[in-house]
């Protein structure tokens, strides 16, 4: 079974940056769009961002004009570039691949911790 592998996070005061980056540890083919949700503690999870597989993104509005999704095709990975962090941005992130066909199937990571002190 393909994983996601998940990596940068951590430990950063508010005002600093984090880049998450996000890696199958196999092949998947036919994948729709990319994603990072995350979970704070006694909150639902949320979609932070998305790119599509013909480079379309969106943000959540609390994450617009701060942090920046990309892919890196070459190794079929997403990154997730985390800017001016606030205290709120606290939570666990997790990254998600979306495949259409031939059904639909979200692969998820396990997860990386995000904490920003004030």
């Known amino acids: 079974q393909v994983q996601l592998v998940e990596s940068g996070g951590g430990l950063v005061q508010a005002g600093g940056s984090l880049r998450l980056s996000c890696a199958p540890s196999?092949?998947?083919?036919?994948?729709?769009?990319m994603g990072w949700y995350r979970r704070a503690p006694g909150k639902q999870r949320e979609l932070v961002a998305r790119?599509?597989?013909?480079?379309?993104?969106n943000y959540a509005d609390s994450v617009k004009g701060r942090f920046t999704i990309s892919r890196d095709n070459a190794k079929n990975a997403v990154l997730l570039q985390m800017n001016s962090l606030k205290a709120e941005d606290t939570a666990i992130y997790y990254c998600?691949?979306?495949?259409?066909?031939?059904?639909?199937?979200?692969?998820w990571g396990q997860g990386t911790q995000v904490t920003v002190t004030s």
């Open positions: 196999g092949s998947i083919f036919s994948i729709n769009s």
């Open positions: 998600n691949y979306r495949v259409l066909v031939p059904v639909e199937y979200d692969y």
């Open positions: 790119i599509t597989s013909g480079g379309t993104t």
